[in-house]
């Protein structure tokens, strides 16, 4: 599963520096699939975008987490990272999205392409 920030958040941007993937963004702030990837252009609802193209944010209350960015650090630590440094633990597993181990790592691959 992608993780989630809860409203519990304190804006301490812990988790941010963090995230192998750039997958955690300040609330309000526009997201980009090629932060922190190696993606030029990716299907967003059947078409194809550049992948510098500002998405919009989440939520402009608390840092949030792009889910289609979101590998649980799969790949890159044991463990998630924003979980670990998050002083409020706030970083859940988000149950709206489930994905196995296989799915993350895919997901990885397809963001870094390794």
Do not use: S
């Not at 804006?11 to 922190?36: K, L, R, S």
């Not at 500002?54 to 463990?79: L, S």
């Amino acid at each position: 599963m992608a993780l989630r920030i809860t409203e519990a958040c304190i804006n301490c941007g812990a988790c941010a520096v963090e995230c192998p993937n750039t997958a955690i963004y300040e609330g309000g702030a526009d997201w980009q699939w090629a932060e922190g990837t190696q993606l030029k252009t990716v299907e967003v609802q059947g078409e194809i975008v550049e992948a510098t193209q500002p998405q919009a944010p989440y939520t402009d209350e608390t840092f949030y987490i792009v889910t289609d960015k979101c590998t649980q650090c799969v790949g890159f630590h044991e463990e998630p990272q924003c979980a670990a440094v998050c002083p409020v633990d706030c970083c859940v597993l988000d149950l709206d999205h489930p994905e196995t181990k296989e799915a993350l790592l895919e997901k990885k691959i397809f963001l870094h392409g390794c």
